[in-house]
């Protein structure tokens, strides 16, 4: 299995509060991303990273935002919690683009009261 | 925009049986790939198969093959000889030139014992 851990598994957060979510690497991959998985629309890509500094928003990115300051580590950040932002939250990563799979981590299931 | 279409919400197939899951696409890009994750209870994101869009040979993998219908935008999975480890929420996917996935809404799969 690809070296992916996210953390924390499982957050209970209120409204208007911030939070951050960690994706960590062991592979060395360039690229990385962060999706949000909800009943209906399946996978949805929020950020991408396609190396250190280097990132580019992807089709749900509103009240979102992400940093890479090394490698190994992609973090999402939400400045202000919103009901709308409870979800399962995957983290993938990629050694290229095109024609390598994204492997992804176990996932965040998060939830905003 | 790219977009794709699980239009099988839940399929049901016998233990050893075979099981045709459809999918259809569209993308203005003129290189892309074609993907087919699993999604078991556990909620890890599985890799089942992918397909190279510039190549006319239909991917398989085991007992998971593709039927890959270019000019029809049509990306179908076949299981054959179902078991009971297969069940789980099958998505399809498209990636072009950045890799930035394009989810399908999935088909849930029950194998009956």
């Known amino acids: 299995d690809a070296g992916i851990t996210q953390s924390p598994r499982h957050k209970v957060t209120e409204t208007g509060t911030p939070v951050t979510l960690r994706c960590h690497q062991t592979?060395?991959?360039?690229?990385m991303y962060w999706y949000r998985q909800d009943p209906g629309h399946g996978l949805r890509l929020i950020h991408y990273?396609?190396?250190?500094?280097?990132?580019d928003k992807g089709e749900v990115s509103d009240g979102y935002s992400v940093s890479r300051s090394k490698t190994e580590d992609f973090l999402l950040t939400l400045e202000s919690a919103t009901s709308s932002q409870t979800s399962v939250y995957f983290c993938a990563i990629s050694e290229a683009t095109r024609d390598q799979p994204q492997h992804f981590g176990d996932g965040t299931r998060l939830s905003i009261l | 925009a790219q977009t794709v279409t699980q239009s099988q919400p839940e399929m049901s197939v016998q233990e050893a049986e075979t099981v045709t899951l459809s999918c259809t696409y569209d993308t203005s890009e003129s290189d892309y790939y074609l993907f087919w994750y699993k999604q078991p209870p556990s909620r890890q994101m599985i890799l089942v198969i992918r397909?190279?869009?510039?190549?006319?040979q239909n991917a398989t993998e085991n007992r998971f093959s593709v039927n890959f219908q270019k000019a029809a935008k049509s990306f179908s999975l076949k299981i054959s000889d179902s078991q009971l480890g297969d069940a789980a929420m099958y998505f399809c996917a498209e990636g072009g030139a950045t890799n930035k996935l394009i989810f399908g809404t999935g088909t849930l799969l029950a194998v009956q014992p």
């Open positions: 397909q190279e869009a510039y190549k006319q």
């Open positions: 592979e060395n991959h360039r690229y």
């Open positions: 990273s396609y190396g250190v500094k280097d990132t």
